[in-house]
């Protein structure tokens, strides 16, 4: 049983067949003049716009694929890291994954200053407290969507707000968010958010979406004769060609569950379309979170480190870090091994969040679910958790 796709989904068959066909009918090199060539540009190019109507992007331009989401951040902060001037200032978040944290910090290295902004003591970041840092020497506030750890959902648009009357601008981490709500890059208002394919039902690798007037004002690495614009110059070296096909069918696997939900007509947009799907997703996972969070409150002295509020369930996804008292964490996520339920333990990517909240050195276990798990799953989890409890007792 698979508890675990926090750290990636699995794929639909028609993404495997999308990856084998790339593979097996034109596995070429893109940009050359013979057909196969032209199927891979048609390819990519069509994969563009799936992903661009994913995140309501103005045009397919705003969308560049590569690796992961990590190498992006890495690129744009680089890029970032030589337009300080008069704001040298980073605001990172203490409860993201390390990876939107450490390149950050990396730029401390040519002059740039962090500015921390911190959780409360419930654990989740308010975006009413950006008010204290935030200054006109801010350059640029990076934070997540969602949690990895705790799967607390942050107020985006409100933070997109905030950093933007004051100047700066953002950059979100949807890693963790896209496969359980809908992204509307316009409606948030950000200027930067970088997702990995991988978690939400694709092979590995990474997009981002750039404000094209943001991205094409910034200095990034590139080859003398790729031009200087989105989505080209974030795209250095050569692409996984089949992961980027299998992106596309990923796509195509929720406009089709959007379809089946919307109540609306069919000839809504592919942006309707996978939003429909989207929503449908989280509604459904709102339950999953009620049911995980009564599983894990049903073992004695285990405590939830996040959203717990059956009325807040809107808040969270169903993501859920917990201890047990006395316990070590790495001891449960071995003993559910054991039984065939793959969970995860240790400090989830989040080790700031991890420390602040007290549970270092241990961590947490941390058990993430998307929309292809069930009631019946949580149900085993919960009688295979007792009985791992039971037994280190």
Known sequence: MFFDNAAGAQIPRRVLEAVTDHLVARNVQRGGPYTRSHEVDAMIARTRESVAAFVNARGADEIAFGLNATSFIRAISLAVGQTLESRPEIVVSEADHEANVATWLALERVGARIVWWRPREDGRMHAADLDAVLNERTRLVACTVASNATGSLVDVADVAGRAHRAGAEVFFDAVHYAPHGPIDVQAIGCDYLVCSGYKIFAPHMGFAWCRRE?????????????????PDKLEAGTQVYENIAGMNAAVAYLEDLGQRVAAGPRGTSRTAMLHEAMRAIAEYERTLSSHLLDAVASIPGASV?????????????????????????????????????????????????????????????????????????????RDTLGEVVDALR
Request: aromatic share 6%; with cysteine.
């Open 214 to 230: 943001a991205i094409n004002r910034l200095p990034t690495f590139r080859e003398d004769f790729i031009p200087d614009v989105t």
């Open 305 to 381: 480190h996040g959203v717990t509020d059956r009325r807040r369930l809107a808040e969270r996804v169903p993501t859920l870090c917990f201890s047990v008292a006395g316990i070590d964490s790495s001891a449960i996520a071995e003993g559910m091994a054991a039984r065939d339920v793959g969970i995860r333990s240790g400090h989830m990517y989040s080790p700031r969040l991890m420390t602040r909240l007290g549970l270092m050195p241990g961590g947490v276990v941390r058990a993430s679910l998307v929309h292809y798990n069930t009631l019946a799953e949580i149900v085993r989890f």
